[in-house]
């Protein structure tokens, strides 16, 4: 077994409404799952990225940087606004994590799939690790959405959505989110 540390920015995604369209149409939201992976597999490798795993409709990637984890979530949520039926929420934190056998496993990944659940259609939301690393690069407008207490995660956690052109922000009573 194959272990290694590193730091390392962790994108999480998932598709808005997937479950109630599988109950409803399988064979459309099967179609949709491929649309996705062909989307997500072209974009993470044009960033230098990883797909470490499916998780159902959600996608699990890890990439070298927080400039091209945010530049591949942006693309990601460009090419989704451009197709008729696919809707993501992206989520997204940066830390030290574990590569064991093809997959990873730390806190940065526990932390970018419960910040993902609090996203609406076409949200791009992070970690302040995140937002910290991009401050000085005024590519990326940011807000914070405040503080927020992930279910099995001990710290709290302050979240930032990315504010430019195109991207929306939720407010805070649209936030569900896997919270304490």
């Known amino acids: 077994m194959s272990q290694s540390r590193q730091l390392t920015a962790i994108v999480f995604t998932d598709i808005v409404g997937y479950t109630a369209l599988m109950g409803g149409d399988e064979q459309k939201a099967f179609d949709l799952l491929k649309k ?12 230098e990225g990883r797909l470490i795993k499916e998780l159902g409709d959600g996608m699990l990637a890890s990439f070298p940087t927080v400039s091209a984890a945010l530049d591949a979530s942006i693309e990601l949520q460009r090419a989704a606004a451009g197709t008729s039926d696919l809707s993501l929420r992206i989520g997204i934190d940066y830390g030290e994590i574990i590569f064991e056998n093809q997959d990873l496993f730390g806190e940065a990944v526990n932390i970018a799939s419960r910040i993902q659940t609090l996203g609406i259609p076409g949200s ?52 569900e989110g896997k919270l304490k």
């Open 36 to 47: 996705n992976r062909e989307v997500h597999l072209e974009v993470i490798q044009r960033y």
């Open 124 to 175: 791009v939301l992070f970690s302040k690790k995140v937002n910290d690393e991009v401050a000085n690069k005024s590519i990326y407008r940011t807000t914070s959405l405040g503080n927020f207490d992930f279910k099995n995660v001990k710290n709290r956690t302050e979240v930032f959505a990315l504010t430019n052109s195109g991207f929306p922000v939720p407010k805070r009573n649209q936030m």
